[in-house]
């Protein structure tokens, strides 16, 4: 019996991979369509996208080419393939613009570009591409049922940016390079003002600014102190409990001695 049926099996297997040969080759486009579709329903997603590739190439207008094409998106998605799913997805609204799945496509296209952004060690520039297609999909679908979940997202992206901001501004710290963590620190701050990271910014840019300061020659002195203490003061009143404050404050009143 398990010899019978390992021989059926292996019949079958055959059976239908010669019948996907054959379609493939075929000009039965019908037959195509039915058998991208089993294989797409079976997870076959390699051999449903190239049978899907030639239907659309045939009927991209009609109601096959549209099932075709978006199902490219699909099946290019479940492979793990985003930067091609992404492009499916993208252009679906622009080839089928009055299809009931273009707000589908277009927010599983936002799935695709944030599955392609890089870790915040590296350039962002992916990232920033994928907020303004988040921005875009709310312009077009303000009553879109996935609005939570994409604000879910635009803070996941924007946690990056931010992520990689701070390190920047830790990176021109360590590396003692006084004006630029002064510069990148101000910037954090406007930029980021409910981040979990301001205080220590602060903190950073204070000592910095203490740093540059007390480094400067003399005509540009009095008044980097000045934006020293102003500074310090910024930040008493933002964070009055702060554990930094009694270290801030002995580097404050060495530059009023100096003054």
């Known amino acids: 019996m398990r010899a019978l049926f390992n021989f059926l099996f292996i019949t079958f297997i055959l059976s239908a991979c010669s019948e996907y040969a054959r379609v493939v080759k075929s000009d039965d486009y019908e037959r195509k369509y039915i058998l991208a579709n089993e294989f797409f329903a079976d997870r076959s997603f390699v051999k449903a996208i190239n049978l899907y590739e030639q239907v659309y190439q045939r009927n991209p207008k009609n109601s096959q080419g549209e099932k075709a094409y978006f199902n490219l998106a699909e099946s290019n998605f479940n492979l793990g393939d985003y930067l091609m799913a992404s492009y499916y997805y993208a252009s679906f609204s622009e080839k089928f613009p009055e299809s009931i799945k273009c707000e589908e496509a277009a927010f599983k296209n936002l799935i695709c570009l944030i599955k392609d952004t890089p870790k915040y060690s590296l350039d962002q520039s992916e990232t920033n591409i994928a907020l303004n297609e988040i921005q875009l999909f709310i312009y077009k679908f303000p009553r879109s049922i996935k609005m939570d979940s994409c604000n879910a997202m635009m803070d996941q992206l924007r946690g990056r940016l931010e992520l990689k901001d701070f390190e920047s501004v830790k990176l021109y710290d360590k590396t003692e390079n006084y004006i630029s963590a002064v510069t990148t620190a ?24 203490y740093l540059l300061a007390v480094n400067s020659v003399e005509e540009k002195k009095i008044d980097r102190i000045a934006k020293t203490i102003e500074r310090y003061n910024n930040f008493v009143i933002e964070f009055p409990s702060s554990e930094l404050n009694f270290q801030l404050s002995e580097k404050i009143a060495k530059l009023k001695k100096i003054i």
């Open 186 to 209: 101000e910037t954090f701050i406007k930029d980021y003002p409910t981040s979990k990271f301001k205080e220590k910014t602060y903190e950073i840019l204070i000592r910095n600014s």
